[in-house]
């Protein structure tokens, strides 16, 4: 499985981006896919997840209501819609994919065995 995130770019606080994540490879109905983002000297911190079979969604706090993750599995591809966006959402932002996991596993980065590479999302007050 391959990933390949797009989307990142500069904008101004209350501004919007959307990344997308294109998967390839041996991709399965089982597939669920996140995003996480590593600001400079902080941890990797998990974002967003969906779940590719029935569209389960999970949301860090800290986003919650101004980003949205969804996909299209006709494209093959995840999104993740950010509006509202504020400086401390500057970052990183790195999609993975995981097959078969479960509602209790999709904030750990642990469990996701395929990662793109990242893109730079940066906000300007």
């Known amino acids: 499985v391959q990933l390949q995130a797009s989307g990142g770019g500069l904008v101004q606080a209350g501004g919007a981006l959307k990344l997308s994540c294109v998967v390839s490879g041996r991709t399965s109905r089982n597939l669920a896919t996140a995003w996480f983002r590593q600001a400079p000297g902080k941890e990797r911190e998990f974002v967003a997840s969906?779940?590719?079979?029935?569209?389960?969604?999970a949301y860090a706090d800290s986003v919650k209501g101004r980003f949205t993750v969804s996909r299209d599995n006709a494209k093959n591809t995840a999104y993740l819609q950010m509006n509202s966006l504020k400086p401390e959402d500057t970052a990183v932002y790195s999609c993975?994919?995981?097959?078969?996991?479960?509602?209790?596993?999709?904030?750990?980065?642990?469990?996701?065995?395929?990662w793109g590479q990242g893109t730079q999302v940066t906000v300007s007050s």
């Open positions: 969906i779940r590719w079979n029935g569209g389960d969604t």
């Open positions: 993975a994919a995981g097959l078969g996991l479960i509602l209790t596993s999709v904030r750990q980065a642990v469990h996701y065995a395929y």
